[in-house]
């Protein structure tokens, strides 16, 4: 039988990569204190060291993304209409 992954929030994560980033403790020991990898705290630091610029950038990411989840919801409302339209006309047939 293979083993379950685990999956992990974007928090502990970070909490990780930061864990990482003071130095205070060796990768073997934040290893097993996470218990995550070592090869896997090295990649977390590392994307953590990459994204952390866009902390600092404009607002224009979360006016974006308020736009595209307004769009999305309201897909998604058209959809479900629809949805519901054809299980309504498939009973009136009797599929």
């Not at 685990?6 to 970070?14: D, G, I, M, Q």
């Not at 218990?35 to 952390?52: G, N, P």
């Not at 902390?55 to 309201?74: C, I, N, P, R």
């Amino acid at each position: 039988m293979g083993t379950i992954r685990k999956k992990h929030s974007s928090s502990f994560k970070a909490r990780v990569a930061i864990e990482a980033l003071k130095e205070r403790e060796s990768l073997s020991e934040l290893s097993q204190r996470f218990e995550v990898s070592q090869s896997q705290i090295s990649k977390w630091k590392s994307a953590f060291l990459e994204q952390s610029h866009s902390v600092f950038e404009s607002g224009t990411s979360a006016t974006t993304s308020s736009e595209d989840k307004t769009e999305l919801y309201a897909k998604i409302g058209q959809l479900e209409m629809e949805n519901d339209f054809l299980k309504k006309n498939l009973k009136k047939l009797g599929l």
